[in-house]
């Protein structure tokens, strides 16, 4: 029996509308039946462009969003039925590691208390005295000094803090840990520091991850096992370096063929696949296989049938119906995939702005920076999948330009989402 195991996990969340009478008018389909499962010790690396739902079903698995359906099964347990008091239980042993360290830890708060809160709320430590000795055990673990019990968040540099962070999910003595996007807040020098970290954690304390991330190198080097998200759903999974060497599905090549190689000659000569096109909205999402309306291959089938995760040997799986096709050469492409694709999408962007001028909608007209930015930014930056829609982009630019010593409502924000998902 795997550690932990997803059944077919959704997550929608209602759109509502109205003043006086609340109605749902649509939903979000942010996890849209997600099967997997994480064994224990291992590492389970989940890749995806920004918006495709990783952090939410991240948190699902820890119920702090609502599981529409499915099923999460943690060591023989499904959580997903499991009554709010006898899911405390379960908290501390999953545990959350967030993006935005500065974020996630409460600015009027030393390390100490920080620590030593979610161990109070569960148990750990007869005394104050007991749980100190465990944290300065566990700060030593991840390269902090001992002295670092007293100080505030502010007073660490990013990777300081990210390892705090770590720590706090530590001291709770936890199975598996969710990172979610653990080192994109820091500088690349540092994210090596922190991911080796993480391994050598794991290699001592025998820890399971999942590990969020919207850059392929990060999960590269942690990862047994790979899964590629797109808008809700699984597209591939395989063994890390099955997917390196071999991507199937027409998404994962697309991301993998952005991926710079350092050696020259072969990165003049590899062929590079540039989407066209912005990542649909989960709120309406393409029929069929969803990635059909951006896909080089996409055929008729596509558009109304939505392929299932198929294993086609060794545990690689895929999600699109013509991955032997592909794989043999035997489809055709229907789309570009080439430089063209980008210049298509610019020039469709802009003759909408031409229309719009001659109609003498100069809203519609003026420079075409949001909707064709966004087109030629999702194109070029296939392998960089944080780059996605305008709207995801500002979210993501809010955490990581959160200044040096966050206002209140960072911490407020904090209080109210993200922080110490042990104490809840
Ligand atoms: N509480 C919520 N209510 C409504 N919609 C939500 C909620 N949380 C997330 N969403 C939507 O669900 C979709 C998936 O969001 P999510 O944060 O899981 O994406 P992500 O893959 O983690 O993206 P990123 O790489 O930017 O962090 C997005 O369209 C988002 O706007
Ligand atoms: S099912 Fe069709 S649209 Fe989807 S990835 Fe495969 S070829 Fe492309
Ligand atoms: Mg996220």
Known sequence: MSLLELDDVKVHFPVRKGILFDRTVGHVYAVDGISLTVEAGQTYGLVGESGCGKTTLGRAVLRLVDITSGGVVFDGTDLARLPGEEMRGFRR???????DPLGSLNPRQNIESILSEGMAAHGIGRDQGERREKIKDILAKVGLPANALSRYPHEFSGGQRQRIGIARALVLEPDVIICDEPVSALDV???AQVINLLEELQQQLGLTYLVIAHDLAVVRHISDVIGVMYLGGLVEEAPSDVLYESP???????LMSAVPVPDPEVEDARERILLAGDLPSPANPPSGCRFHTRCPWAQERCA???PVLTDLGEGHKVACHFAREIEEGTVEQTRSTGIDAVVATKAVVRKDAE?????????AAGVPSAAAESGADASVG???PGTGTAAAEADAGGADEAPAVPAQSTAESADAGERSPGTG
């Open 248 to 254: 199937r599905h027409p998404y994962t090549k697309a």
């Open 304 to 306: 109304s049938e939505r």
């Open 355 to 363: 229309v719009a001028q001659e109609a003498g909608d100069p809203a």
């Open 189 to 191: 020098s540092v994210q």
């Open 93 to 99: 042993r999953l545990q959350m590691v967030f993006q």
């Open 382 to 384: 296939a392998g960089r």
